[in-house]
């Protein structure tokens, strides 16, 4: 360990963390050792967070400590109950059916994080599952994570990545996994809708207490404090969903259980980036009807919003005081969403880059242009002086058709422009994003027990404004078979 480094096994460092709150709220019990586990990964920008030694986490200690094997002195682990609507549907009881919280502990900044253990075996709250995570879904959410964070927009963030030859039984027999994730906290909207489903008021009042006390002492000053929890939960939404659109992300599964109360991306599953545009692209292939499109984001977290809402009413009190702190959304949403377009786009004025967005996003979607490409050719086409779009057109079916639109940005540019445009726009429109072809590749080959790929598409995807990615083909157009791909909720 470094000298000022909390060593991680240390009694003295680790914090309860939600399980602070006792027995109503979580469950304690022990993770479910891993036969012979393996290191598979870590994050070097997590662990120097975390304040962790990169000579320390080699050691076999934590390696058991990260898999589940062996528990830092004085933690008492735990699994929290929360219940849900997924697809739109209420689904009583859920909780952490596979995770298992250790503590919580100092980052850099000194801001407490929960560490949470995905994978690490059976729980109260398991229902039918085996309390396992394999392989493959745990290195998605592992690069995902890291990805997002480079990306500067808000998330659950992974330390690290164990692996067992202990088989998982899914659609094939595949081989388990842990994922050590951590946040301020995992509280999602279903922990509210529990307790108010269950009209238990008292555990409902305890937890939103704890939400505000801990992380947004503002709304205790406010006449409603209950009312402003929820209207700051509903902008942090806002926020969160218009940069998830604007880098193209879908989350795939945005059920009420998998919403942040910290407004925070969390539960990766089948989440993809988009390769072609296609508004209405559906990453999830458990989601027959499209409920969670990519295009449907917005309109499902301001339901999601009114469903946290209707929990939180009874400590509200008055429907109208609720319906007003979750209808700031929409307004919230068109601001943020325009400040994310301004940036892309190299504009100051957001008004004229909402102007500009329609025609451009319709003729991407006409024309089938691959998204993450398109706005990091125009950033290296705009910081190379403006003059050539030859490699902006070429990634349109029919290359003259974004000339119309092409002349309308060059005006709007020589008025509204960043200072530093070119720059600016490199930073704000990545050459590299954890597609899912770039996950499937480092899948297949860490299937065979060879975990390079993991290790260099995680440099890749946390460093992915850098320029010297612009000529590797981690920034380069899909393969013809990254279309096939199928991706469900099987994880
Ligand atoms: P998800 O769709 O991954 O957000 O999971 C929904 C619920 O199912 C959560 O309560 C999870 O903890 C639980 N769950 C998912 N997979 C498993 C599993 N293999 N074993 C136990 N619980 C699971
Ligand atoms: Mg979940």
């Given at each position: 360990m470094s000298e000022h480094a909390p060593h991680p096994s240390s009694q003295a460092t680790w914090q309860p963390g939600l399980g602070a709150l006792g027995e109503a709220f979580v469950t304690f019990l022990n993770p479910v050792p891993l036969t012979q586990p393996h290191w598979i990964a870590h994050s070097p920008a997590a662990a120097a967070w975390l304040g962790l030694d990169e000579a320390w986490?080699?050691?076999?200690?934590?390696?058991?400590?990260?898999?589940?094997?062996?528990?830092?002195?004085?933690?008492?682990?735990?699994?929290?109950?929360?219940?849900?609507?997924?697809?739109?549907?209420?689904?009583?009881?859920?909780?952490?059916?596979?995770?298992?919280?250790?503590?919580?502990?100092?980052?850099?900044?000194?801001?407490?994080?929960?560490?949470?253990?995905?994978?690490?075996?059976?729980?109260?709250?398991?229902?039918?599952?085996?309390?396992?995570?394999?392989?493959?879904?745990?290195?998605?959410?592992?690069?995902?994570?890291?990805?997002?964070?480079?990306?500067?927009?808000?998330?659950?963030?992974?330390?690290?990545?164990?692996?067992?030859?202990?088989?998982?039984?899914?659609?094939?027999?595949?081989?388990?996994?842990?994922?050590?994730?951590?946040?301020?906290?995992?509280?999602?909207?279903?922990?509210?809708?529990?307790?108010?489903?269950?009209?238990?008021?008292?555990?409902?009042?305890?937890?939103?207490?704890?939400?505000?006390?801990?992380?947004?002492?503002?709304?205790?000053?406010?006449?409603?404090?209950?009312?402003?929890?929820?209207?700051?939960?509903?902008?942090?939404?806002?926020?969160?969903?218009?940069?998830?659109?604007?880098?193209?992300?879908?989350?795939?599964?945005?059920?009420?259980?998998?919403?942040?109360?910290?407004?925070?991306?969390?539960?990766?599953?089948?989440?993809?980036?988009?390769?072609?545009?296609?508004?209405?692209?559906?990453?999830?292939?458990?989601?027959?009807?499209?409920?969670?499109?990519?295009?449907?984001?917005?309109?499902?977290?301001?339901?999601?919003?009114?469903?946290?809402?209707?929990?939180?009413?009874?400590?509200?009190?008055?429907?109208a005081d609720a319906k007003a702190a979750v209808d700031v959304y929409p307004a919230r949403l068109a601001e943020s969403m325009a400040s994310c377009w301004a940036a892309k786009l190299g504009l100051l004025d957001p008004a004229t880059a909402t102007g500009l967005l329609q025609p451009l996003l319709k003729q991407l979607s006409v024309n089938q242009a691959d998204f993450t490409l398109f706005w990091r050719r125009l950033s290296l086409a705009v910081a190379a002086g403006k003059a050539d779009f030859d490699g902006v057109r070429a990634l349109l079916m029919r290359g003259d058709a974004l000339d119309p639109w092409l002349a309308d940005y060059l005006r709007a540019l020589d008025e509204h422009a960043l200072p530093d445009t070119g720059a600016a726009m490199l930073r704000a429109n990545p050459a590299v994003v954890p597609r899912n072809y770039l996950c499937q590749n480092a899948i297949a080959t860490a299937e065979k027990g060879d975990f390079a790929e993991i290790h260099r598409l995680l440099e890749a995807c946390t460093t992915p404004f850098d320029t010297r990615w612009d000529e590797h083909p981690y920034a380069g157009l899909p393969p013809d078979w990254a279309a096939g791909i199928c991706v469900s909720c099987s994880s």
């Amino acid at each position: 360990m470094s000298e000022h480094a909390p060593h991680p096994s240390s009694q003295a460092t680790w914090q309860p963390g939600l399980g602070a709150l006792g027995e109503a709220f979580v469950t304690f019990l022990n993770p479910v050792p891993l036969t012979q586990p393996h290191w598979i990964a870590h994050s070097p920008a997590a662990a120097a967070w975390l304040g962790l030694d990169e000579a320390w986490l080699a050691q076999d200690d934590a390696l058991k400590l990260f898999s589940g094997n062996a528990l830092p002195e004085g933690a008492r682990p735990w699994a929290s109950v929360y219940s849900g609507h997924q697809f739109g549907v209420w689904a009583g009881q859920l909780g952490d059916g596979r995770a298992l919280t250790l503590g919580a502990l100092p980052a850099a900044d000194g801001t407490l994080q929960e560490i949470q253990l995905k994978g690490s075996g059976l729980t109260p709250y398991s229902r039918m599952g085996d309390g396992r995570a394999v392989l493959r879904s745990s290195i998605r959410e592992f690069i995902a994570s890291e990805a997002m964070q480079a990306l500067r927009i808000p998330t659950t963030r992974a330390l690290c990545l164990t692996g067992s030859r202990d088989p998982v039984y899914r659609e094939q027999v595949e081989t388990a996994a842990v994922v050590t994730r951590f946040a301020p906290s995992f509280v999602r909207f279903g922990h509210f809708e529990h307790f108010a489903s269950r009209q238990h008021d008292i555990p409902l009042r305890t937890l939103a207490d704890y939400v505000i006390e801990q992380f947004y002492p503002h709304c205790r000053q406010a006449a409603n404090p209950y009312a402003a929890l929820l209207q700051t939960v509903a902008e942090g939404t806002a926020d969160l969903i218009a940069q998830w659109q604007a880098i193209g992300f879908c989350h795939g599964v945005m059920n009420t259980d998998n919403m942040s109360m910290l407004a925070l991306t969390i539960d990766y599953g089948p989440y993809q980036f988009l390769d072609a545009y296609d508004p209405g692209h559906i990453c999830n292939h458990s989601d027959e009807r499209g409920r969670y499109a990519y295009d449907q984001q917005p309109d499902v977290a301001y339901w999601n919003l009114y469903a946290l809402g209707q929990a939180l009413l009874p400590l509200i009190g008055e429907v109208a005081d609720a319906k007003a702190a979750v209808d700031v959304y929409p307004a919230r949403l068109a601001e943020s969403m325009a400040s994310c377009w301004a940036a892309k786009l190299g504009l100051l004025d957001p008004a004229t880059a909402t102007g500009l967005l329609q025609p451009l996003l319709k003729q991407l979607s006409v024309n089938q242009a691959d998204f993450t490409l398109f706005w990091r050719r125009l950033s290296l086409a705009v910081a190379a002086g403006k003059a050539d779009f030859d490699g902006v057109r070429a990634l349109l079916m029919r290359g003259d058709a974004l000339d119309p639109w092409l002349a309308d940005y060059l005006r709007a540019l020589d008025e509204h422009a960043l200072p530093d445009t070119g720059a600016a726009m490199l930073r704000a429109n990545p050459a590299v994003v954890p597609r899912n072809y770039l996950c499937q590749n480092a899948i297949a080959t860490a299937e065979k027990g060879d975990f390079a790929e993991i290790h260099r598409l995680l440099e890749a995807c946390t460093t992915p404004f850098d320029t010297r990615w612009d000529e590797h083909p981690y920034a380069g157009l899909p393969p013809d078979w990254a279309a096939g791909i199928c991706v469900s909720c099987s994880s």
